[in-house]
């Protein structure tokens, strides 16, 4: 027998397992605003001015889109920022497809290049660093965000990360004895803090899954890059993923309660405050105990390198 | 290519993947038992009176002839305690079995019916209350044990909670959202609270597998209960333990680094006291409201009751 609609009694288009609900499509996209809104409302979010980060791919084409659809209720003044990584045809792609959808939509963006801002493009310095391309590449990507998002003044940037991503992180990180990794970002909001220099974070699709952010851009019709970064493959995150195949047929809600339980341990938690001080070239925090953050020593890498530029 | 014991460089007959390690079996009885000594001296264990809680199964059969092996070094006065659960054929193999091996060894022993103290047998309870029979069994063999080691004066009893068993029960509780019991239990060492009439625990085989005890009772011929226990079919704890079979193939060390993550976790944990006040009836302790413990609720429903005995 085929789901229903859980409003109308329609024919369902999609079921949310966790749920055990169906959705026909116009159900679908009010179910999805709505999980968004109640998502950020419950964390204590208030509006303000957002920078949503937008990569080209579903979730943040879709987190775009939603936002776009509900800012007036949530009080929000919205922009849309994507960073041009220079991955090849990949970055070409999901620049094209930001800048054709960006434009049905009634919001200010920026485009940047990561090379821009680091002296070579993110494959270049892939081939300098011993260190995986998705690590690298999040880093370059987090300073630029907060550099743009604070020198233009916005309180938030609102990032894609979905259900299947932060339960994902957060598995890996026990099944790799990291806990302290439990302890970082991947919550609903994180608060701007202004004498650090860093710009507020919001994730309001922490509780939505890919499944559902993919059917959010086609009901609307929305594109988004449906191939993988070239770079990512064999990201051990992936592998991690498989798991939640075999914990979701056993309990369709085993991810969604995994993370609630992590994030609800960890309000438990005695967490030192971790020790942010500004970083002696760019001045936004570091950890690090030469306060030199991490973007900066890997500018200063590429400065002191051989490697040939693609652009030169 | 087959694995060499990395002792002596014999061929290896078990392989520790968690470690990459192989045994020959000479050497894995002595891995096996410096893991007992080292786990509990870790955890701060200095001897004592310890009674061991065998059932007949693997896990405890090894971690009796283990405790008998090791006693003198850890400062152990030993002695065993089997409780008759009258679960048809299974409650009388085990039995069998335990009585067995208990006179290679030179430690005393006590064997207890639960019936005699409960007014009925576990298969009689069972039916009559609508609780999962592992659930039961689980807070009638708690209370027994509590109240013969404390009655004969033991500080602590040893039981055979396995890796496989207590990494399940965390996922389980991640995996349903019931974080409050990552709290509780499951640790190496629960010290005793005499003032609670509160006998303490030791789980010596909490970084053990259920493979390596296996392992360790056929290289000792140790026999053991080799089926299982005719209720605890279709008990949702075993089908969490698939998940591991998933987790360890992409990751050997997955099942020990979750474990410990947890343990690590709850150490930084705010755990507010759980307040415990001595059961109104037995006077052993209860988290119960109305104080009177769910041993004494369960007897009083038996008393109440007008099920048949089997044995009258």
């Known amino acids: 027998m085929r789901k229903k609609c859980v409003v109308c009694g329609r024919e369902a288009s999609i079921v949310i397992e966790r749920a055990r609900v169906g959705f026909c499509k116009e159900h679908f996209l009010e179910y999805y605003e709505r999980m968004i ?6 964390s204590g979010f208030n509006g303000g001015k957002v920078m949503v980060a937008v990569s080209g791919g579903k979730d943040s084409m879709a987190l775009m889109y939603a936002l776009s659809n509900v800012k007036n209720e949530l009080n929000i003044d919205l922009m849309a920022l994507h960073i041009d990584l220079s991955i090849d045809n990949y970055s070409k792609e999901s620049r094209n497809i930001f800048e054709k959808e960006i434009k049905k939509l009634n919001i200010d963006y920026i485009i940047v290049e990561a ?5 070579a493009s993110i494959p270049e310095v892939v081939k300098l660093v011993r260190k995986p391309a998705c690590s690298i590449c999040g880093l370059v990507k987090r300073w630029i965000m907060n550099k743009i998002a ?24 026990m099944f790799t004895y990291r806990d302290d990794d439990l302890l970082r970002g991947n919550e609903v909001i994180s608060p701007p803090r202004p004498e650090l220099k860093m710009v507020g974070r919001l994730r309001p699709q922490i509780f939505i ?3 559902e952010n993919l059917f959010y851009c086609e009901v609307n019709e929305i594109s988004y890059i449906d191939f993988e970064c070239p770079l990512s493959k064999g990201a051990l995150l992936k592998k ?10 056993l309990n369709p809600m ?3 309660n995994f993370t609630r339980s992590i994030l609800s341990i960890r309000e438990k938690m005695h967490r030192d ?3 942010l001080k500004p970083c002696k070239i760019c001045g936004f925090p570091t950890t690090a105990s030469n306060e030199i953050c991490s973007f900066c020593k890997l500018k200063e890498k590429i400065k002191n390198s051989t490697i040939d530029r693609e652009d030169r």
């Open 254 to 256: 085993s991810q969604y």
């Open 240 to 249: 991690y993923k498989t798991i939640w195949e075999t914990a979701l047929k």
């Open 150 to 173: 604070y020198d233009m003044n916005y309180d938030y940037i609102a990032t894609g990360h979905n259900l299947d991503d932060v339960s994902t992180y957060f598995l890996k990180a």
């Open 273 to 275: 405050d971790i020790k």
């Open 209 to 211: 899954t890919e499944k």
């Open 115 to 119: 090379r821009d801002y680091l002296g």
């Open 37 to 42: 809104k109640k998502t950020l409302k419950k």
